[in-house]
């Protein structure tokens, strides 16, 4: 997860997580293309704390009145499943430092 890929745009120096439907992506900041995608089925198992928000879009801070969830992903993935169902693109951000 922390490992860096080729970005087209060559600017990479942050990911984005997103959730789109039932899917887990990776976006790039900069320029907003898709990195590497998932399922979310495979993040459900984990405890990890983080924060959903509505996502603002590419490099942009989600304000807090957009949050939807927060506390441990396996607690959280159903109100984010839910949100992300009508393929409103739910941001997520790891509140753990590991
Ligand atoms: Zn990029």
Not at 34 to 62: E, N, Y
Request: hydrophobic share 40%.
């Amino acid at each position: 997860m922390t490992e860096m890929l080729a970005c087209p745009s060559g600017g990479l120096d942050k990911t984005e997580s997103i959730i789109h439907r039932g899917s887990y992506i990776l976006r790039c900041a900069a320029c907003g293309e898709t990195i590497v995608a998932t399922s979310f089925m495979a993040m459900l198992d984990s405890d990890h704390q983080c924060s959903a928000f509505i996502d603002p879009g590419p490099g942009k801070h989600p304000s807090p009145e957009t949050l939807v969830a927060r506390g441990p992903f396996r607690q959280i993935a159903t109100a984010i499943s839910a949100a992300a169902s009508d393929g409103t693109l739910i941001r997520l951000i790891s509140e753990a430092k590991v």
